[in-house]
């Protein structure tokens, strides 16, 4: 029984890390758990960031926002913009651009979190059954 905890929750850690790299962390749980946690590791550190996701993310914290001007993400904290240079009076105030809040919009739809979390759980018993 604790090897296959083990298992679970090294997929569950490959998951975690290629959500970091803004790729599907489900995806790579799936994968963690079909084959080993360490091929699924392995895809993870080969699979490249998605740039995009990790905008959408760092917007999403409230630490960050766009520039109004380049559009860059920058630090709420920040009087001037890092990249264009150009002084921004809503720092502090987390302006995200619509690209980013309709990804974030796209993210978090319960239905597809409710589908996943139910597909962990029916995976969990059938390796709990495969293993006994």
């Known amino acids: 029984m604790g090897g296959i905890l083990l298992y679970f929750l090294l997929a569950i850690a490959v998951g975690v890390y290629a959500s970091g790299k803004g790729k599907s962390a489900y995806s790579f749980l799936f994968l963690s758990l079909i084959f080993t946690p360490l091929i699924g590791w392995l895809f993870a550190l080969i699979a490249s960031p998605d740039p995009s996701i990790i905008r959408a993310n760092k917007l999403k914290t409230g630490k960050y926002f766009a520039c ?3 559009r860059e993400v920058i630090s709420a904290k920040v009087s001037n913009c890092n990249f264009c240079g ?3 009076h809503y720092a502090g105030l987390g302006i995200p651009d619509n690209d980013s809040t309709q990804l ?14 139910l597909s962990i759980i029916i ?4 390796l709990k059954r495969l293993w006994r």
Not at 104 to 117: E, F, S, Y
Not at 123 to 126: D, K, L, N, S
Request: proline share 8%.
């Open 123 to 126: 995976i969990y018993r059938a």
């Open 68 to 70: 109004p001007y380049c």
């Open 86 to 88: 150009k002084e921004v």
């Open 104 to 117: 974030i919009a796209n993210q978090n739809k319960p239905l597809n979190t409710a589908t996943k979390v």
